[in-house]
């Protein structure tokens, strides 16, 4: 498959490391497109749920495939969220095409993009509350797979999807209220500070509409995430537009995963580097990766 030239990409909510995320839908979307920039929103990793028990091979491809980009000269931005929050003791360095961060600002054709992962004007993650929010990304994990079981038999009697999580919020006055209430808070602030966009995830509702209070406007997004919606920000000819996964599309592209890790083999006659001397600098110490010409 071409990939698809984008000028910015952003994906949040990928949620690696727990049984809800769609890892290998994810891995076929990133080896579709070659952006300039890729901006990894928050909760790129579950830190809350991870075990080292559950990290397939699928999960692995994600991160190698960001890598990949990063390597080929996409830059890559990575925004911290809750879910990854002990990323942000870490924030501010960057490293070759890789920048960790909590917030940043785009001015892009003359627009100016505030991004940022959004659970800073969200109660539920900070203190004694988070040990409620952990206990309920649990419950929401286990609702996930028991979606994935029912939508597996409808699948086999021919019928649609459902999404019982969404079906949850959609239930509940106080879920769709509180949506609102944070779409209304990142836009009022991203108004204030005369922004032309605010751009957030963290709570999985991919979103593009136009706020308007007295003080001015603002355009409203959200990536949504890569659990429910499998949906990502694209901004290319000068507009930005909610792209949305489609299996149809990658019926006869897909990437094949191995299910099986590869059996670890340390014996080798290949030559990694060749070490001169350890006083020289460390740029002249190491020649290039060769391979043993006597093999």
Known sequence: MERRSVEVVV????????FGCHAKELVNYLKSISPQILVLNGD???????????????????IKEIMNLASKGTRVIYITGNHDEVLRRYSDIQFGNFQLTDKVVME?????????HGDVFDATT?????????????GYDLLILLNRFINWWLKLLGKEKMSLS??????????????ANFEQTAAELAIEKNYDYVICGHIHQPQKRVVETAEGKVTYLNSGDWVENLTALEYHNNEWTIYQYDVEHFKNHGYEFEKKLPQLNVVTNEIFMHVNTLSMPA????????????Q
């Open 126 to 138: 900070k203190g004694s509350a988070k040990i409620v929010a952990k206990l309920g990304g649990h």
């Open 108 to 116: 892009i054709n003359g627009k100016m993009t505030w991004i940022f």
């Open 283 to 294: 740029t002249a110490a190491f020649s290039p990766i060769i391979k043993n010409p006597l």
């Open 11 to 18: 994906i949040s909510d990928v949620h690696l490391g727990t």
């Open 44 to 62: 790129i990793i579950d830190g809350w749920q991870f075990s080292k028990r559950y990290f397939p091979t699928s999960h692995m491809q994600v």
């Open 166 to 179: 969404k079906k949850v919020k959609n239930a509940v006055k106080e879920a769709v209220a509180w949506i």
